[in-house]
């Protein structure tokens, strides 16, 4: 068993290394641009995907109404991205290595009287998501017509709390379960 053991060839050492994470054969890139996700015609968009623990960003079209006015333009963006995030990936992204944590059958509302105009209303609290599923929603939303051009999104949940602002920052994308979107609250509009 002692020649199993020494027979690796890597010795023991009393000092603790960290090297980070191992390697991973997973690619995060898609070799060709995959054409299942550009077959529709529409509005071209990217959501954030899960991919090694950090958020990288994949195309995708987001089909809007024309004519449709800026404020129903917003939540009908805003739940085309939402149905995008939580839809299966194709077989070239999950090859790649992509995932979500967004859910099924999660629904985005406009803002309620009292709220700012761009508040957006999800069916669920944003603190009950996971942290992986709200930063792919805040960097997704706040990285389009959903959002405040600014880095961030303003997100309620379905009950009376204020909504909040949330930010996509570098730390958020680098590590979405670790650092959940900075928020602060807001006030009418």
């Known amino acids: 068993m ?7 060839g890597i010795r023991a050492t009393e000092v603790p290394t960290d090297f980070g994470a191992a390697p991973s054969r997973t690619r ?29 960003a994949v195309d995708r079209t987001v089909r809007v109404p024309d004519g449709a006015a800026d404020s129903e333009r917003r939540v009908v963006v805003a739940q085309g991205l939402l149905d995008e995030l939580s839809a299966p990936q194709s077989a070239a992204e999950k090859e790649a290595g992509y995932s979500t944590d967004v859910r099924g ?12 105009d761009d508040a957006l209303r999800l069916s669920v609290p944003p603190g009950d998501l996971t942290s992986y599923a709200l930063a ?10 959903a959002g405040e051009g600014d880095g961030s999104v ?16 570098d730390q958020v994308r680098d590590r979405p379960g670790s650092k959940e979107p900075a928020s602060t609250e807001v006030t009418g509009g």
């Open 105 to 116: 059958g999660l629904t985005v509302s406009g803002p309620r009287p009292g709220d700012p």
């Open 28 to 56: 995060c890139s898609l070799a060709e641009p995959d054409i299942s996700t550009q077959a529709a015609r529409g509005l071209p968009v990217q959501v954030f995907l899960l991919c090694r623990a950090s958020l990288v």
């Open 136 to 145: 792919q929603i805040v960097c997704t939303f706040s990285d389009s017509a």
């Open 154 to 169: 303003i997100l309620g949940g379905p009950g009376n709390e204020a909504p909040r602002r949330y930010a996509c920052t």
């Open 2 to 8: 002692a020649v199993l053991v020494a027979g690796c």
